[in-house]
């Protein structure tokens, strides 16, 4: 894919242009990632609309497939986010009319005439930046007063894990958004007693600890923590030498791990007339979807009533369905190989969050940079397994290029970055799938 040599505020400006001519005299269907970064890119587009006065349908989907996509009205403005820049070759030949596509994920086919397109990856000066952040921007283009919006941006980021990349688009976002920052451990909730916050850490997994009620004490009185009147600080309260002393407790527990990949930026972005903790209000945006209600995400973002305690009642779900996912993934029989590892749930993970326990995985310190971890489960149809891979440290092989090889010749959909993708390929090609995965990342090793 040629590379544009425009600058992406030039890019954004003529799309948005077009985008209001096109929606001007026709109707409107947008189409969203049911992520994080895809969910609070929606919450940003309906405020939007809604500010321009503009009707619309709205769908959240898991992925695009060929059967969905030929499903969507031809006589309306089509508007993707988060995703549909591995689906240009099905939107071409499915002869949809008016689409625009704002989203990250990486470009593998031409782009068709009747497509319109933000995406950093077309450009040569590319930009790490989330679809949510694209979409603020956009939005800030075709509307006035979108300011209140750019806490939704962050958030997005933050599910896609870019807040440890912030450019100075990203800056702007931020100081438009009135964030608290601070530096600190990356534990989250940064808002939230101590004990309870180190039992569910996931990201960072902390061994003996993460779902060890009993690894978290003895972690706290290592750091010389202890409760005061039955309760123990949260991470903001913390004193520096108190701070420290955390820090170093996690690293012996967690030998591989670097100083810089446990201590980052700690945001606080005020909901529901709160300052909380940007992850775990991202943490609970992608519960509410992976458990399959979407629309309380939405509702959530847009800071509906009575979505805050739905919301937050699914995340405690979501936390003890993770829990018991990864005790899972890390007890059963592995193909692990240098360079790889190979991991089989079938229907012992959920499919919704075969991905984010791949990414804990990866980001646990237990494999070597460069390992391509992938993982896989059976989707709720039956019928279909979604695998997903990361690669660790994010380096190495394209993570991307590796499954597209892998399921060239039994079919599947593939999508995502050079270091995190995803594929779903049919059920009755599981075994073959698997052997076609080894052999490749087997001669991709070798390459290396």
Not at 96 to 112: A, G, Q, S, T
Not at 368 to 393: L, Q
């Given at each position: 894919?040629?590379?544009?040599?425009?600058?992406?505020?030039?890019?954004?400006?003529?799309?948005?242009?077009?985008?209001?001519?096109?929606?001007?005299?026709?109707?409107?269907?947008?189409?969203?990632?049911?992520?994080?970064?895809?969910?609070?890119?929606?919450?940003?587009?309906?405020?939007?609309?809604?500010?321009?006065?503009?009707?619309?349908?709205?769908?959240?989907?898991?992925?695009l497939?060929?059967?969905?996509?030929?499903?969507?009205?031809?006589?309306?403005?089509?508007?993707?986010?988060?995703?549909?820049?591995?689906?240009?070759?099905?939107?071409?030949?499915?002869?949809?009319?008016?689409?625009?596509?704002?989203?990250?994920?990486?470009?593998?086919?031409?782009?068709?005439?009747?497509?319109?397109?933000?995406?950093?990856?077309?450009?040569?000066?590319?930009?790490?930046?989330?679809?949510?952040c694209?979409?603020?921007?956009?939005?800030?283009?075709?509307?006035?007063?979108?300011?209140?919006?750019?806490?939704?941006?962050?958030?997005?980021?933050?599910?896609?894990?870019?807040?440890?990349?912030?450019?100075?688009?990203?800056?702007?976002?931020?100081?438009?958004?009135?964030?608290?920052?601070?530096?600190?451990?990356?534990?989250?909730?940064?808002?939230?007693?101590?004990?309870?916050?180190?039992?569910?850490?996931?990201?960072?997994?902390?061994?003996?600890?993460?779902?060890?009620?009993?690894?978290?004490?003895?972690?706290?009185?290592?750091?010389?923590?202890?409760?005061?009147?039955?309760?123990?600080?949260?991470?903001?309260?913390?004193?520096?030498?108190e701070?420290?002393?955390?820090?170093?407790a996690?690293?012996?527990?967690?030998?591989?791990?670097?100083?810089?990949?446990?201590?980052?930026?700690?945001?606080?972005?005020?909901?529901?007339?709160?300052?909380?903790?940007?992850?775990?209000?991202s943490?609970?945006?992608?519960?509410?979807?992976?458990?399959?209600?979407?629309?309380?995400?939405?509702?959530?973002?847009?800071?509906?009533?009575?979505?805050?305690?739905?919301?937050?009642?699914?995340?405690?779900?979501?936390?003890?369905?993770?829990?018991?996912?990864?005790?899972?993934v890390?007890?059963t029989?592995?193909?692990?190989?240098?360079?790889?590892?190979?991991i089989?749930?079938?229907?012992?993970v959920?499919?919704?969050i075969?991905?984010?326990?791949?990414?804990?995985?990866?980001?646990?310190?237990?494999?070597?940079?460069?390992?391509?971890?992938?993982?896989?489960?059976?989707?709720?149809?039956?019928?279909?397994?979604?695998?997903?891979?990361?690669?660790?440290?994010?380096?190495?092989?394209?993570?991307?290029?590796v499954?597209?090889?892998?399921?060239?010749?039994?079919?599947?959909?593939?999508?995502?970055?050079?270091?995190a993708?995803?594929?779903?390929?049919?059920?009755?090609?599981?075994?073959?799938?698997?052997?076609?995965?080894?052999k490749?990342?087997?001669?991709?090793?070798?390459?290396?």
């Amino acid at each position: 894919m040629k590379k544009r040599g425009k600058s992406l505020s030039t890019e954004i400006s003529i799309v948005a242009e077009k985008f209001l001519e096109r929606i001007s005299n026709k109707d409107l269907f947008v189409v969203s990632h049911f992520d994080t970064d895809g969910i609070t890119s929606a919450s940003i587009m309906i405020k939007t609309l809604k500010h321009l006065d503009k009707t619309f349908s709205l769908k959240i989907v898991k992925s695009l497939d060929e059967s969905f996509i030929s499903s969507l009205p031809k006589d309306k403005v089509i508007l993707f986010l988060d995703l549909a820049s591995g689906s240009l070759h099905h939107i071409e030949k499915l002869g949809l009319k008016d689409v625009f596509i704002i989203d990250h994920h990486e470009v593998v086919y031409n782009i068709p005439e009747n497509v319109h397109i933000v995406n950093p990856e077309l450009l040569e000066d590319k930009q790490k930046i989330s679809s949510s952040c694209l979409t603020y921007l956009f939005c800030r283009e075709i509307s006035d007063n979108m300011e209140d919006l750019a806490k939704l941006a962050l958030i997005g980021m933050i599910g896609d894990t870019l807040e440890k990349e912030i450019g100075k688009i990203n800056h702007g976002i931020l100081n438009d958004g009135k964030i608290k920052k601070r530096r600190g451990p990356l534990i989250y909730p940064s808002t939230r007693p101590l004990n309870k916050v180190l039992e569910f850490s996931s990201n960072p997994y902390i061994p003996g600890v993460t779902g060890n009620a009993e690894g978290v004490i003895e972690l706290l009185r290592d750091a010389g923590i202890k409760p005061l009147n039955n309760r123990y600080k949260s991470l903001i309260e913390l004193t520096e030498d108190e701070m420290s002393n955390l820090v170093t407790a996690i690293m012996l527990r967690n030998p591989l791990s670097k100083n810089k990949e446990i201590i980052g930026d700690i945001f606080l972005v005020s909901l529901f007339n709160k300052f909380e903790d940007a992850r775990e209000i991202s943490a609970i945006i992608n519960a509410c979807s992976r458990l399959g209600e979407p629309e309380t995400a939405i509702q959530f973002c847009l800071e509906l009533q009575g979505a805050k305690k739905k919301a937050e009642s699914l995340y405690i779900k979501y936390k003890q369905l993770l829990l018991s996912s990864l005790k899972f993934v890390t007890e059963t029989e592995k193909i692990e190989e240098e360079g790889f590892v190979i991991i089989n749930a079938r229907d012992n993970v959920k499919d919704t969050i075969v991905g984010t326990i791949t990414s804990i995985l990866a980001n646990s310190s237990l494999y070597e940079d460069g390992t391509i971890i992938t993982t896989m489960a059976i989707d709720d149809t039956k019928e279909r397994i979604k695998v997903s891979s990361r690669s660790v440290g994010k380096v190495g092989r394209n993570v991307r290029e590796v499954l597209s090889t892998a399921v060239e010749e039994i079919g599947g959909e593939v999508g995502g970055h050079e270091f995190a993708a995803g594929c779903l390929i049919p059920l009755e090609k599981e075994q073959e799938f698997i052997e076609s995965l080894k052999k490749t990342l087997k001669i991709e090793f070798v390459k290396v």
